[in-house]
């Protein structure tokens, strides 16, 4: 089995930082792309920003230049830093990963979820 745990949400104000770590565990082979969604209460999920196992990233147009991807394959965690928050971005974050792994003796592909961590901005 595989397991995504997820780390740094909490309580900021406008304009402050925060940083969320996903680390990955189990029988990983290899791990392909990494994200971070977000859900807002009454809202569907939506990709925050994602980035491949080489390193390409992409973002929401709604936080670009503000949240900033990254990887780091040697401990299967990926993080996002962010910067400059506003209220809008108030949701449950959920990391996503797209996983080779082992099972029953055999390679397995499949998408794995965090748990969320909550991030809420407010003064």
């Known amino acids: 089995q595989v397991q995504l745990v997820e780390s740094g949400g909490g309580l900021v104000q406008p304009g402050g930082s925060l940083r969320l770590a996903c680390a990955a565990s189990?029988?990983?082979?290899?791990?392909?792309?990494m994200g971070w969604y977000r859900q807002a209460p009454g809202k569907q999920r939506e990709l925050v920003a994602a980035i491949s196992r080489g390193g390409s990233t992409n973002y929401a147009d709604s936080v670009k230049g503000r949240f900033t991807i990254s990887r780091d394959n040697a401990k299967n965690t990926v993080y996002l830093q962010m910067n400059s928050l506003k209220p809008e971005d108030t949701a449950v974050y959920y990391c996503n990963a797209g996983v080779t792994h082992i099972r029953g003796g055999v390679f397995d592909t499949a998408d794995y979820w965090g748990q969320g961590t909550q991030v809420t901005v407010s003064s």
């Open positions: 189990g029988s990983i082979v290899s791990i392909n792309s």
